[in-house]
């Protein structure tokens, strides 16, 4: 049966006589049909790429262009009065995720599908996933952000896994969703729940009992974790998440004949940073109650599983307190003690061994020993783990060290954001690029084209006026018409900088009251949620928020300069700012970026980075060619060196450089404190000066002039769009497929 006839089908009634409600679960039975039909038998090895995030964005619009049933859709709507954006839009997004991390594995996920590999995604099924950001008083406020009521596309397995904490059991049911590949085959994100989960006890705003564990183990992604009870319920979250999955992956293996011995011809696991990390001595205890021995059991573990590493701030790497442990997972703790017993037999370095001084499990550490392959997600990260963070891994497993530079997928980046570049692109090289990205390249001859450049311009207009539009929809926002709009939209973290862009436009804005007027008008876009107990990080939100309002209520300033923060940034919200960015800015502490994902997605859409060389820039400006890119700033080893000498005093740049102090002065003028809060301002203008752990200071004047720089270069309208022409041309490097293919040929060998 075509699309049509399914959806006229499941609607019952002539289209144009029913309810949007309707209409909206018809095309939703239609995707899940049609995408049983696609599913393959199973056979062999599968990938189980299990992750605590899945940031997968709406599904609606995505799997009808995978399945290659948009258009049809769009004109049966059409043809019976209806359009097809308001069937998008009533879909709740699902918040499984933080940033990068998770969208990265979402967009992993449908490039295995589309390369026709089979791999599930195995992760938790939170009911209130992330946050929704709020802001009120210039402040961000958290509330919960139900989505699993409308989505329509979960579905519910029969399968159910006992899960044994240390006091008591759950039962993990597990819940499907369709991962549709392009023209490809269908495979599954596996989220497991429990039936006792209990909406009702979340009362203000994200606050609940953290302590009643079989109430709220699946109600958000990372409670907060800044007490003991927070994270607590995070061992509870993780070792839940990595028990079902194991018993998944053995009953699934098992079906296909696997022996349990040959565990690793059947599975590879790969582990997305460290929060599945219990998953391997889950693994070897669950095999060994199967009749392996131990030394049978960490072998065959070793070969199954893969870790990849998506951060250096080892602020950021897990350790648990193994009393911790002992009360969640009793089970795992001297499986725990006998793989670090090894570790201290084997090498004689403190530094690589499993369980500290102080009781504490390094995750990561079990991870290196006890994997087959320990990635890196951008070829500077990689470098840094091998050479500096994890040097003394590094001299053991030299061969199991590699590096994957991240991707996207061109689907959701590319067709579904910006289908009015994709058919442009289409026009001018065909429709090869839409299954081998690398055919941007052919761009490249269209680079003295007049007709050509004029067009992307076009594009690049249309896109921001349709941004322009939704944001004075929502938000009652004006962004200045003909300015350039730059963007800063990504978690907020103070080695992302927010601060910095702040500070710029600090001084901006005294250039202005000065009479010195920017060569071109400049609307400067944030979106950033903080973590709720990040302090620092919710004091930069408050000072972007105050800024804005400043600006916006100086009459000399408004029409040069705009602040739009963007409230409860997300996927969606993501889908629709990238098209139209003008400047994307990539400005992290060089050294402290992994890869970051965000630039390949602006690039793609011709948008053209300010950065820094940090992360996966470093191979963007190699792709772009240094004139298409503007990087700034001091380079990793200068930071990494400056870190080590300790020679860093943020205070000597504040008091000898006269624009860095009027700007950190600004954060605690009499205009802020009128619409500001005090404690916030003065305690991140402290935190500047006495500390700047990110050292924003030292780059901040070349920040200032790169960034001039590009706001000036952006009136020459024909160079401009070269620019652009070149980094879409680029961008083929970035894709997700690239990524998958070489995580296949390296590390998983699946047929
Ligand atoms: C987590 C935390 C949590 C505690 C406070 C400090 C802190 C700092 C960083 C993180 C990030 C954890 C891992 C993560 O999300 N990494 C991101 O992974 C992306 C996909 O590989 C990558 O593009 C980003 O550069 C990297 O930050």
Sequence with gaps: MTATQLIKNYCGREISLC????????????????????????????????????????????????????????????????????????????????????????????SVATLDLCGDGVGINYHFGLFKQVFRDNLQKEEKNPWLLDSGFLEKDEKTYKVDFGDFSVLARLYNLDIVGYMGRVNKLRLFDIDTVDEKIVKEGIAFDKTDIEKNLTLFLYPD??????RLLRAYQQYFMVSAGAQLII?????????????????????????????????????????????????????????????????????????????????????????????????DDSL????????????????????????GVAALHTEILKNTELNNFYRIYPDKFNNKTNGITFR?????????????????????????????????????DKGVLTRLIQIKNTKKVQLKEYIFKMQNREMLAESVFDMQIKRLHEYKRQQLNALYLIDKYFEIKEGEIPEAPITAVFGAKAAPAYTIAKDIIHLILCLEKIFLSDKEVSEHLKIVMVENYNVSYAEKLIPACDISEQISLASKEASGTGNMKFILNGGVILGTMDGAN??????????????????????????????????????????????????????????????CLSRLKNELINKDYFMTFPDFESYKNARDKAIS?????????????????GSGYFSSDRTIEEYNRDIWHLK
């Design 19 to 110: 309810n949007d409600g309707e209409i909206y679960m018809a095309i939703v039975r239609t995707i899940r049909e049609i995408g049983r039909q696609r599913r393959k038998k199973e056979s062999g090895k599968k990938l189980y790429y299990i992750s605590a995030e899945f940031l997968i964005g709406r599904l609606l619009t995505n799997n009808l262009i995978n399945l290659g049933i948009y258009d049809e859709v769009k004109k049966l709507l059409s043809d019976n009065g209806k359009d097809i954006e308001k069937y998008e839009e009533m879909e709740a997004e699902p918040s499984l995720g933080n940033g990068g991390l998770g969208r990265l594995a979402a967009c992993f996920l449908d």
């Design 225 to 230: 974790d800044s007490d003991d009870k927070g």
């Design 251 to 347: 009953d699934e293996c098992e079906s296909r004949g696997c022996k349990l011995y040959d565990l690793y011809d059947y599975a590879v696991i790969q582990i997305n940073d460290t929060h599945p990390s219990m998953i391997i001595p889950e693994l070897i205890r669950l095999l060994t109650k199967k009749g392996l021995n131990v030394d049978d059991a960490i072998e065959v573990v070793r070969k199954s599983c893969a870790y990849t590493n998506h951060t250096i701030l080892s602020e950021a790497l897990e350790k648990w307190e193994i009393g911790f442990i002992k009360k969640v997972a009793p089970g795992i703790v001297p499986i725990i003690e006998i793989l670090d017993d090894r570790v201290r037999r084997g090498f």
């Design 352 to 375: 690589v061994s499993i369980i500290d001084n102080n009781e504490k499990i390094h995750m990561a550490n079990m991870d290196i020993h006890y994997s087959k392959s320990v990635n």
């Design 412 to 448: 959701r980046w590319l067709y579904q954001a910006n289908p009015e570049l994709t058919a442009f692109l289409k026009e001018l090289i065909g429709d090869g690029f839409m299954k081998n990205a690398n055919e941007l390249e052919k761009l490249k001859k269209y680079k003295e």
């Design 618 to 679: 470093v191979e963007i400006y190699e792709k772009v060619g240094k004139e298409n890119i503007y990087i700034f700033g001091d380079d990793s080893e200068t930071v990494i060196k400056r870190y080590k000498d300790g020679s860093y005093k943020p205070s000597e740049f504040y008091e000898n450089n006269k624009r860095i102090k009027r700007a950190v002065d600004f954060i605690t003028d009499e205009k802020m404190m009128q619409i500001g809060n005090e404690i």
């Design 713 to 729: 270069d952006y009136n020459n309208k024909n160079e401009w769009a070269k620019k652009m022409l070149m980094n879409i041309s």
